[in-house]
């Protein structure tokens, strides 16, 4: 469902997907090959969330926009996982139900699954726990795995209903 939100539509590419039980509001710019997936929340009544190409917001994602939020290409937002206020780089792992707050995720890193993230996250780092600290160096086998499940993504998004 898409919602305008104090006069600002989201703008949708024709060729992202955005499924109907997902909501998209307000200052909301999706572009091509993104996929939001079904009860998503993407809600920009203040300022802009940009979601790049290719990037996956999985079902029961809640993005907020106090200030600018971009979703770098390629990357994936987990289930359960809520962003606020954040830049997430390229080709980055939000874990499932990870908590990432008013900060900067490098490209090519990994949040823990129910992580909080409160701290800026250096390039290729995989941060984990509560508050999120760096616990190693992402490696090729793990950006491996994030194109994998991008690509899996791919396949899937023909089931969802628009």
Known sequence: ???EFKGKKPKIDENAIVDRDALVMG???VKKGASIWPHAMLRADEYEIVVEENAVIL????????????IGKGSIVSH??????????ENVLIGIGAIVLEVKIGRNSIIGAGAVVTKDVDDDSFVAGV??????????EDLEMIK???????????????
Do not use: S, T, W, Y
Not at 80 to 89: F, L, Q, S
Not at 149 to 162: C, G, N, S
């Open 1 to 3: 469902m898409m919602r």
């Open 27 to 29: 200052n909301v710019v």
């Open 59 to 70: 079902d029961k994602a809640f993005i907020e926009a106090p200030k600018k939020v971009v």
């Open 80 to 89: 359960g996982a809520i962003i606020h206020g954040a830049e997430i780089g």
């Open 131 to 140: 508050p999120a600290k760096k616990i190693r160096d992402v490696g090729k």
């Open 148 to 162: 994998r499940i991008v690509a899996e993504v791919e396949e899937k998004k023909k089931f969802l209903k628009r």
